[in-house]
């Protein structure tokens, strides 16, 4: 059996050296997750998510036209905050 991608992760070849299979593996479900909410969860949601996904979780926010927020809780968490969908994406 065969798998594709259905979205593009925004990682480049570095950027998942030195994390662990069990980390790289949460950092995809996060984003997966977070993919699913952003395209068919229309209303403002907020949610805790790791740090080392933030420039990936805004690149796809500004690909599919989402504000978000992203703060700092500690080392390796962020607040996230997205604002409704805009009106024509829904």
């Known amino acids: 059996?065969?798998?594709e991608l259905r979205f593009d992760f925004q990682i480049d070849q570095q950027?998942?050296?030195g994390l662990s299979p069990q980390e790289?593996?949460?950092l995809g479900f996060e984003f997966s997750t977070l993919y699913h909410l952003f395209n068919h969860e229309p209303t403002a949601f907020a949610m805790?998510?790791?740090?080392?996904?933030?420039?990936?979780i805004r690149a796809h926010a500004r690909q599919i036209g989402r504000k978000v927020q992203l703060g700092p809780i500690?080392?390796?968490?962020?607040k996230l905050?997205?604002?409704?969908?805009?009106?024509?994406?829904v």
């Open 15 to 17: 950027q998942l050296d």
């Open 74 to 78: 500690n080392k390796g968490w962020r």
């Open 1 to 3: 059996m065969a798998y």
């Open 81 to 89: 905050i997205v604002e409704d969908a805009p009106a024509s994406s």
């Open 24 to 26: 790289i593996f949460i």
């Open 48 to 56: 805790f998510v790791r740090a080392a996904n933030s420039a990936r």
